[in-house]
């Protein structure tokens, strides 16, 4: 019997379906005969009771969450996620950086200091990667710093905005597609494959479309989905580190391109477990023995 | 001269026996000296880093100092003091305190006096309880000091054995370092930036036969 803890905050709690969620862990953990508590901010000094810790709340090497991470690897625990993990995968320079360098297939991608987000630069980069362009803050989620440009005047407005939030601009080919596919990765293993398909004429996979809609979930087995699909989103993980990961790709001529690794990735009941119902005994699994939970199983 | 230098070799002297690094090799020190999360500082290590060097700061060793209760609990590991401390959405320990924020817009500390300090500032700290903040109880007879330690070199003699145990443990080149100061002991309160710029002369002289430097 292992005593497990997520680490939660109350905006998770609030969403419905992420509160389910919760509460099939702890069952999964239950069935299993482990012992789960849910342990919230200013609970902190009772993290040495626990044998592992799973985190389940924004995360940002800043916030409370990685100090969790931090905290428990330092009592030599497994946690999800590692703090490796939130690091480099919440600072995109860093994230493209570890999947350019292991030959994982993003798009071109180009990195700015403040002094080199000129009009002259952005002339340069339109005649090389094209138009639009993708311009991203490092630390952007849930799309709300990514954001496409068709001219100087825009690209130098925007990529200034954005280096307010940091000493580096992304800046990227455009890769138009209607839906991005997500696949949850855990230490090389596939738990869920996800599609998100945008709202009409969205871009975005969290942008609303026009009639106020947003884009829609679904889930495949794994065994169902494209095998050169899942063999691009292992890589990508692996590029990272061992923790849990929501790869998300496009599918562009019949091949794979990873748009970016999400460390801490949404799992929601209805939504990400819909072709995946074992997603939280395989975690639970995951906490207490590590990656030789996978043994045996196919 | 006063821009910051990039990144240059320490002498082999300097470099703890702790540190895991290849010594064939050269360790670089970037002197930004503010390593700020995702600022020019840290992506200088960041670029190091990616071009295969072995430089400190990591990005993981900034991030570790920048972040009061992570640079508590790796100074603890490392046997350097450090005060009692708890993490608090609203239950403040007794006063007083130091009370630092754990959010992704501000570090800065504050000295809370008494209860009616906390109580003024209980909302403001923690944004009406949607962060936490760090709490340092202060012991009864204490006073704070600051102290610049320069790749673990200090001007302050009484402070050098300190210095040096701290650049063994955080690995900043340049570093700010507010303490409290207890009888019998030094206890870490928090690391701060220390940009270039801000390097007296008679800081910028103990980099002498650190690094390669014109003087
Ligand atoms: N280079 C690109 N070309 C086309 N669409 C992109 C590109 N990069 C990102 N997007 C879309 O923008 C959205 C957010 O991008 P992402 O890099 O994941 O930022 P965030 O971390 O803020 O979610 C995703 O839905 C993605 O499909
Ligand atoms: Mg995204």
């Not at chain 1, 925007?158 to 939030?165: D, E, K, M, P, S």
């Not at chain 1, 889930?219 to 790869?247: F, N, Q, T, W």
Request: aromatic letters at 8%; one cysteine or more; hydrophobic letters at 45%.
């Amino acid at each position: 019997m292992a005593r497990l803890a997520i680490f939660t905050e109350r905006y998770t709690i609030r969403s419905s379906i992420e509160l389910t969620a919760l509460s099939n862990f702890r069952m999964a953990a239950f069935e299993l005969d482990h012992e789960l508590d849910f342990i919230f901010k200013n609970e902190l000094k009772y993290l040495k009771n626990y044998d592992a810790v799973l985190i389940r709340a924004l995360t940002d090497p800043l916030n409370t969450s990685y100090v969790v991470a931090r905290a428990v690897e330092m009592l030599g625990r497994r946690v999800l996620d590692t703090s490796d993990s939130i690091r480099i995968c919440c600072d995109k320079v860093n994230m493209y950086g570890r999947l350019d360098a292991a030959g994982v297939p993003i798009p071109v991608t180009r990195y700015l200091a403040p002094a080199e987000v000129t009009p002259a630069a952005a002339t340069l980069l339109f005649e090389t990667l094209g138009s639009p362009l993708v311009l991203k803050a490092p630390n952007s989620s849930f799309s709300a710093y990514v954001d496409k440009v068709t001219t100087t005047e825009a690209f130098v407005r925007v990529g200034r905005r954005f280096l307010r939030r940091a000493d580096r601009l992304v800046v990227q080919q455009y890769l138009p597609s209607e839906f991005d596919w997500r696949v949850i990765t855990l230490h090389g293993r596939v738990l869920a494959v996800v599609q998100y398909r945008f709202a009409r004429d969205a871009w975005k996979a969290m942008q609303r479309g026009d009639a106020g809609e947003s884009a829609v979930t679904t889930c495949m087995s794994r065994h169902e989905a494209p095998a050169r699909l899942l063999e691009v989103a292992i890589k990508a993980g692996a590029a990272i580190g061992d923790s849990l990961y929501g790869v998300d790709l496009k599918e562009i001529d019949g091949d794979f391109v990873v748009i970016e690794v999400n460390d801490n990735p949404t799992i929601a009941a209805t939504e990400e477990d819909q072709a995946n119902p074992e997603i939280y005994t395989d975690i639970v699994r995951y906490l207490v023995d590590g990656p030789a939970s996978f043994a045996g199983r196919d | 001269m006063s821009r910051a230098p990039g990144l240059l070799p320490l002498e082999p002297a300097l470099i703890p026996t702790s540190w895991d690094f290849d010594l064939e090799r050269p360790v670089l020190a970037n002197l930004h000296g503010d390593y700020g999360y995702l600022g020019e500082g840290y992506y200088r290590s960041l670029d190091a880093e990616f071009a295969g060097h072995q430089v400190v700061p990591s990005v993981r060793d900034a991030l570790d100092a920048l972040v009061v209760p992570i640079a508590l609990l790796r100074a603890a590991a490392h046997d350097v003091g450090v005060p009692e401390s708890e993490i608090v959405t609203d239950r403040f320990p007794p006063a007083p305190l130091l009370a630092y924020p754990v959010n992704p817009f501000s570090t800065h500390g504050e000295h809370l006096e008494d209860a009616a300090a906390i109580e003024s500032r209980r909302k403001g700290l923690t944004y009406t309880g949607k962060y936490a903040v760090h709490c340092q109880l202060l012991p009864p007879d204490h006073r704070i000091d600051v102290v610049k330690v320069v790749v673990g070199r200090c001007t302050v003699p009484e402070y050098e054995a300190f210095a040096r145990s701290l650049f063994a443990c955080f690995r900043l080149p340049l570093m700010k370092v507010r303490v409290i100061v207890t009888t019998p002991a030094y206890l870490l309160s928090a690391i701060e930036p220390l940009p270039f710029r801000q390097l007296a002369p008679v800081d910028r002289a103990l980099l002498e036969g650190a690094v390669p430097w014109p003087g």
